[in-house]
Each structure stands twice: as C-alpha cells, then as structure tokens.
C-alpha cells in the first residue's frame, strides 16, 4: 500500500461551494483534486494500491479529511469537476466521531492532521522537500506514507509534527513542482522500483 | 526550447461546447487541458522554454492546431476550466491559412497533424511509446519535440509521418500513463539532465 497526505491548506469543509469556482470559493481545491487524479490513475486503470488523504482545514467546519481508497473507487473520473462533485458530496454528509462512507471508496472524518499523524505513527514517513536526499538514491519502503503541502508549503506546526515521526526527506529533482505532479513524479520512481 | 505535440482525436474544433463539459461534449478536451498544466507549471512560474500544440482532430471544423508559447503566456491557471475558456477563445476567433492570435502566447491555426510534423522535420522527435529506450538511458537532445497522444494512441496514419521523421522512441517507465502524467516525467527527466 503507497499513502499520500495532501493538506489543504484553505481548502473548504462545507459542501456549499460551486463546481464552477473550486480554485477560488472553494479554497483552492483545484489542487486537491488533481492530485487525486496523480494518486489513482492509470492509462487504462486505477492504481489500487494506493490510498489518498486530503485534510481540509478551510472554511467554517474544519477540520475534516477526505479519504479515497483505491481498491474501492467507483465512479473516479479524471477531470476536476467530476472528482470536485465527489468531495462535494462527502462535505454535505452529516459526520460525527466516526468516518462515513460518502460514495464507494470515499470516506468523510473529522480528523485533523495531527490526528492523521498519530494514526500514521510507526509507518515510514516521506516527506517531500527540496532538499531533501535524491528520490532516485532513496529505497522507497512498503507502506510508504508520503506527506506533502497543497501550493502551500507545510506551515511550521504542520512540520514538527511530521518531523517528530523520524520522516525520510526526499527531493524530486531540481524544480520545485506542484503538489499533483510530486505524486507523479514520486509513483514513476515507485513503480521503477518494484518493476511494476 | 522543449515542444510536446499533443493529437486530440476528439477534441471539439468549434467554440460552442460548455465548460461543463469538457470531457463529454468538448471530445475529452479535458486531457488536452490537463497537459497544457503538465507542460507549463512550476510551483512558481511558468515553463518558459516550452512550447505546446494541441492539435484538435473532431468535430465540424477541423483540423485546428492550438498553440501555447510559455515565453509569451499570461492569464493561463492550473485548472482545468480557466484553460478550456482559453482554448475555447481561441477556436471561437475567425482564422483563415495563417496563424492568429488569440491572447497573449495562446495561437490559433488550421495546421492538421501531418502540416505539424511537415513543420518540425529536421528537429530531434521524440515518441512517447511503452517499448521505447527507457528516458533514463536517453539523451534528451535541445529543442526536442515529444509527440504523445491523447487517451488514445496516434492512428496507424499518424504514426507513420512520425516513424518517417525517424523519431527516437522513448519510454518512460513500466506502465502506461496518461498523456499529461507522461509530460510530467519526461519533463523531470530533462530538468535533471538539465541540472536546471
């Protein structure tokens, strides 16, 4: 199983927001559902080893986390206004203590992620930085959990907390890329890695 | 300067397709629209060695090549509907025999594919295929021209004019991916060739 946590920074936790202004009204989702579509998407099929967290601390009922499984996805299309409607649709549930199933494969929970991190504890943590060791010099380990920003960098509370879990630093390469494309970028060496 | 011609095989040559619907009326111009982010964004700028043809094969009034020049692009966002209306602009301007502008490093022409290829002959072309040399073990030349479908593969036709062009044949890993996660990995490749 490869994790990705996506933390948005802005990202709404209502379901009020319009299809049409999710960069904008809807705290830059935009970038969230791309990197769903990085995390899961195949030529031809859908990655079902993988398992996609966003934590949404945005808007008036944060926080709130999205979890997508892969080996459960239905109706995962990869255009943003589609996967935007899913997220939507898991806002507008009505969640408690404990996690909901929105749709198959999507969950809604309150977690934080300080609450994500507690659950990850013990599993390997990667961190995305620039400057951190090559990903192609690094041993990318079973049950990786890989940690990143939205277009914000973790804010400084958000990286004690990682760093507190002993996390491997990893940089992608010489450019700073988005949040979408790291995922990309980081499966590629993945998948070389296991010769999938 | 790095150019990627992307064949949309659907993709809409008229301006009158809604940006709702992008992925269904527009003839999946939303994998066009995702390579056009693929191609030019960096986490704080914009790729300015790049230039990108999306070269529009469906619908009443094709073709049409719409290009993108990074060194001259304003007003291009990430996502998905910001660029679709940019791409719509540009096939709702009136456009004769020769290229026209419609906004800043957007271009509009009736360039069919083979007139593309007729165009980049000469130039270092690169094929994007799964039985490949891996980019890794690969060279990438200056001002090479990568040539990708879009979620389908160039026709039996089209990828004769490019095996006649004597293209490198490159692969980028183990799997089959979209046409714009490819970008994104060719795209890594050379910014670690590069050093940049």
Known sequence: ???????????????????????GGAGR?????????????????????????????????????????????KYLNPDERSTS???????????????IRSSPGVYISRRSFSDMIEQLRGMPIIYLKEDGTDARDFAFPDNAVIVLGDDRDLTEEEE????????????LGPLSLHAD???IVAHNEMDRQRGT
Chains 1, 2 share one sequence.
């Open 160 to 171: 004690a907390a990682v760093m507190k879990c002993g996390p491997s630093k990893i940089s």
């Open 85 to 99: 409607s899913l997220i939507r649709n898991a806002l507008l549930k009505k969640v408690g203590s404990e996690e």
């Open 1 to 23: 199983m490869i994790r990705f946590v996506v933390i948005g920074h802005r990202a709404v936790t209502t379901g009020d927001f319009k299809l049409d202004d999710i960069s």
């Open 29 to 73: 989702l935009d970038v969230l559902v791309r990197c769903v579509n990085s995390a899961f998407f195949l030529s031809h099929s859908i990655r079902t080893n993988v398992e996609l967290f966003l934590v949404l601390t945005g808007g008036s009922d944060a926080p709130k986390t999205v979890r997508f499984a892969g080996s459960e996805l």
């Open 181 to 183: 494309h790291c995922i």
